[in-house]
């Protein structure tokens, strides 16, 4: 098993992303009025809904050692651990906030399947017993939401997008951009460029334990540069597309790409 430390800035809406009606959905697209919320109100709003869901086990996973001081107030050594690892508008939180826009799909490990698609053709597809069974890599990386907040030194386990396409004997990417489609309904669309030379992986385990529903288990996307919606929950099937395609989220408004260094949080960013 490899492991390796990145400085990936991983993003993350973590809204538990899952299909809505349209009329529903509609409720979530961000618009200018969104843009002016309070962000003190919003983060504080995002934690307690994450305290009040959270399940036992969630709880259990959260970090204990988050103590309350204000966000306005940081010591010297967090100053010094953040700089150059925070995008700007964003704030350091221990805690994991969880946000939902639909029920969270629980599928049994030996019920989930993964597969690899270009077009109608299929290239690949693995059951969890064999997914567990390619090269696995592990990760050190730092997360950050849309919704402002980012959390630090987070470690993932999985198998990179370039040892999926190794398993299917692909020595080229076979189009320039990848949907994942995700139990729920749940689309989100994603550069090849931004998945592989180690850029993306399909994760199955956080912190060392199996990924929590809530936060997209058994298995999720995960793009360590991008907002963090980038890395789909529930993930199933990655399909290859010639020309660009837009996800859910990015339907209603997000932005195309997501990049948090420059603040593509919605359409025109």
């Not at 990179?160 to 990417?173: C, G, Q, S, W, Y």
């Not at 010639?242 to 260094?261: A, L």
Request: include cysteine; aromatic fraction near 12%.
């Amino acid at each position: 098993m490899r492991t390796c430390v990145t400085q990936f800035a991983v993003t993350s809406s973590m809204l538990l992303y899952s299909s809505v009606p349209d009329r529903q959905a509609a409720r979530f697209a961000p618009s200018t009025n969104q843009r002016s919320f309070d962000d003190r109100a919003g983060a504080y709003n995002d934690v307690m809904f994450s305290r009040a869901h959270a399940t036992p086990e969630a709880k259990a996973q959260t970090s204990m050692d988050e103590t309350p001081i204000s966000r306005g107030f940081r010591s010297r050594r967090q100053e010094e651990i953040s700089k150059g690892r925070v995008p700007p508008g964003q704030y350091v939180t221990t805690d994991f906030p969880v946000l939902s826009a639909g029920p969270t799909p629980l599928i049994k490990p030996e019920d989930w399947t993964l597969a690899l698609q270009l077009g109608g053709s299929l290239l690949g597809k693995w059951t969890w017993a064999e997914f567990a069974a390619l090269p696995q890599t592990t990760i050190t990386t730092d997360i950050h939401c849309v919704t402002k907040w980012s959390k630090l030194g987070t470690t993932w386990q999985g198998v990179t997008f370039d040892d999926l396409l190794k398993a299917v004997d692909i020595a080229e990417p076979a189009a320039h951009y990848i949907m994942a489609h995700c139990d729920g309904g749940y689309t989100t669309n994603v550069p090849v460029a931004d998945l592989v030379a180690g850029k993306g992986l399909v994760a199955t385990r956080y912190e060392g334990l199996p990924i929590l529903p809530a936060h997209g288990g058994p298995a999720r996307l995960l793009v360590p540069h991008l907002y963090f919606w980038k890395s789909a929950k529930w993930v199933r099937r990655l399909r290859f597309m010639e020309k660009d395609e837009r996800g859910f989220w990015e339907s209603f408004g997000y932005h195309n790409y997501g990049d948090p260094w420059k603040e593509q949080r919605y359409d025109g960013d």
